[in-house]
Structures are given as C-alpha cells and as structure tokens.
C-alpha cells in the first residue's frame, strides 16, 4: 500500500509571498496524483492531477505542481498568494485500484 | 448538476444513540467512499464501494461502524451505538471508478456526539 507523506504541517506567509508545499509518496508502480485544497468550513476540492504526460501541471487559482519521478515528489507551488488562498491541502496518490491515500494536510494561513 | 448530496449537514447526538448519515453520489459515478475528518486524526478512508459492493471496509475503526449501498444512487453509514470519540465530519465522495478519476466530495457532515 502507498503512504504519503506531506512535510509542512502549517505554514504562515504574507500576501505576494510565493508558496511551495511538499507532497512524497512511496509506491513504485504508476501512479495518479492530486492536490485538494479545503477552504474553512468547506469540503475538499480538486486543484489540479496528474496522472501521465508533462510532469509540471496547471491547476486552478495559478497553483502549479511538478511531478518527479525520481524524487517520488509532487510539489505544489504558487507564486504569489492571496488571503483567500488560505486553507488546508491535501496530496493524495492513487494507483491500481480505486482508492486514493491522503496526506496528513498542510494547513496554509495567508496574512494581509 | 447536484453534486454530492449528504444529510444531515449537522447532526448532534447523545452518547448510545444510533447515528444514520446519508449519501447520494452524483449519478453515473459508480465508486463511493466515505471519509472520517479529526483535528488529531486527519481525513480517513473509512470504506469504499465499486458498483454498489463494498471493496475495501479495513478503515471502519469497529464493529458499531456500519455503511451499505443498497443502489448506485444511495449510501448510509450508520454507528450504532454512538460514543462521543465518534465526533467528527464525515465526508462521502465519489468517482468515475478508478483511482486516476477525481473524486468529488461532499459538504460533508459534522456529527457531535454529547
């Protein structure tokens, strides 16, 4: 079974700040990747995914993640944050079978 | 298009009481899963089903812990007795089957248990 492991548990910056979020996975076969965010008191929705093709993707709200093979890392990045980018993400993997593994979360607070 | 429907979005329980949340997955997915959210404990993959048959029940944390599918279009997930440790949200979602599908979650439904 995969785990996955995301190494920042809360991260704090300033509006214009830029963002990096780090997700690991250890699975060794293909596998199918995802960033969710949850914003306060809503439920969890899909930023971007990736699962084969150009390993740097494009989600919404200019969040970008980069998957490298080697690393087995799927790191999210934005370049400069906004108050609302405020919430928690998730990484989650998936692989052979239906089910996704999620990471433990990374709540991110955005000051003004 | 609905989304994923949960009911109630709020529930608040005595401790022994039985517990029924329900779900209905946006139509034509035909994979369900229900989530368990604590601050202490993350978000937890509690059980899933594909075409209405439960595939994988290993996160049910006990036997009080109970979810059917009785069609593609609704699930339950029942705790019978309720314990106060059973407070959290639960979160059902569901997919176009495998894993490489996103799945869509629901608003979820924050259970207190007194």
């Known amino acids: 079974a995969q785990s996955v492991s995301q190494h920042n548990h809360h991260v704090i910056l300033s509006e214009a700040a830029s963002l990096e979020l780090g997700c690991n996975y250890s699975y060794g076969g293909t596998v199918n990747l995802f960033w969710y965010v949850q914003y306060p008191g809503q439920h969890l929705q899909l930023l971007l995914k990736?699962?084969?093709?150009?390993?740097l993707v494009k989600g919404i709200k200019g969040f970008e993640a980069e998957f490298i093979k080697s690393k087995f890392s799927f790191n999210l990045r934005k370049p400069s944050v906004q108050w609302s980018d405020t919430a928690e993400y998730f990484c989650a993997v998936g692989s052979d079978d239906y089910k996704l593994s999620f990471g433990a979360g990374t709540t991110v607070t955005v000051r003004a | 298009d609905a989304g994923v429907i949960q009911s109630p979005r709020h529930e608040v329980t005595e401790m022994g009481q039985e517990v029924t949340l329900r779900c209905k997955p946006i139509?034509?997915?035909?994979?369900l899963f229900w989530y368990r959210q604590t601050m202490m404990r993350g978000l937890e993959l509690l059980i899933y089903f594909n075409n209405n048959v439960p595939i994988d029940d290993s996160g049910m944390p006990e036997d009080r812990f109970s979810a059917k599918m009785p069609n593609a279009s609704f699930s339950t997930l029942k705790i019978q007795p309720s314990e106060p440790r059973d407070s959290a949200v639960y979160f059902c979602?569901?997919?176009?089957?495998?894993?490489?599908?996103?799945?869509?979650f629901g608003p979820g439904t924050r259970l207190t248990v007194l």
């Open positions: 990736y699962f084969s093709g150009d390993p």
């Open positions: 979602a569901s997919s176009l089957g495998y894993s490489y599908n996103e799945q869509f």
């Open positions: 139509s034509g997915h035909n994979s």
